[in-house]
């Protein structure tokens, strides 16, 4: 199975918004409502922002926000904050009852 | 809430087997839902494979060959094998449950705190 599409880098201003694309098959993001995304900072384990294309986990922010068309999922981050400086990975469920995770994204907040 | 420790051996030589166990604290073990991931120095996530809750496992296809991946029920435990190891399998291998609470996702909800393993001669 081939690692999903993300840009390597993505960057913005405080307060604007970003969005990162994860772009997949059919056979993975295009074929399930079955994407997640995960934050990592440097050094640290990664943390689950969303599931299920669209949905946060209880604690996340509302700044964080997922969407999907077609073979391509998307994470919007609004109102971006220093914070936010971290790495970005999409995940999807696979037609082979496996997983697969994208190349990751650097956000850089200027 | 779930919290997973692991350990295991940090340096090994090529062609020796990885062994890693990830140990559960709190939630349902037997009725949720575990995976191995790793990450390279510097480069990207990689799923390894998931441990069902009936006790099978699902793998990814590039390490099917050389993965297995079981559960000590009566310990609250999962653990790797990845056998001949060579330089390529260098990486920060993480444990991670795709469950907490009442619920489980198809993804990882909660991970653990990572070992950094170093396959070298």
């Known amino acids: 199975q081939s690692a999903l599409t993300q840009p390597a880098s993505v960057s913005g201003s405080p307060g604007q918004s970003i969005t990162i694309s994860c772009t997949g098959t059919?056979?993975?993001?295009?074929?399930?409502?079955?994407v997640s995304w995960y934050q990592q900072h440097s050094g640290k384990a990664p943390k689950f922002m969303i599931y299920d294309v669209s949905n946060r986990p209880s604690g996340v922010s509302n700044r964080f926000s997922g969407s999907k068309s077609g073979n391509t999922a998307s994470l919007t981050i609004s109102g971006l904050q220093a914070e936010d400086e971290a790495d970005y990975y999409c995940s999807s469920y696979t037609i082979s009852d496996t997983y697969v995770f994208g190349t990751g994204t650097k956000v850089t907040v200027l | 809430q779930v919290q997973l420790q692991q350990w295991g051996a940090g340096l090994l030589k090529p062609s020796e087997t990885l062994s890693l166990t990830c140990a559960v604290y709190g939630g349902s073990f037997s009725g949720y839902y575990w995976s191995w991931i790793r990450q390279p120095p510097g480069k990207g996530l990689e799923w390894i494979g998931q441990l069902n809750r009936d006790g099978s496992a699902n793998y990814n296809p590039s390490l099917k060959n050389r993965v297995t991946i079981s559960v000590d029920t009566s310990k609250n435990q999962f653990s790797l094998k990845l056998s001949s190891v060579t330089a390529a399998d260098t990486a920060v291998y993480y444990c991670a449950s795709h469950c907490s609470g009442t619920r489980c996702y198809h993804g990882m909800d909660v991970w653990g705190q990572g070992t950094t393993v170093t396959v070298s001669s």
């Open positions: 059919s056979s993975d993001v295009g074929g399930y409502n079955y």
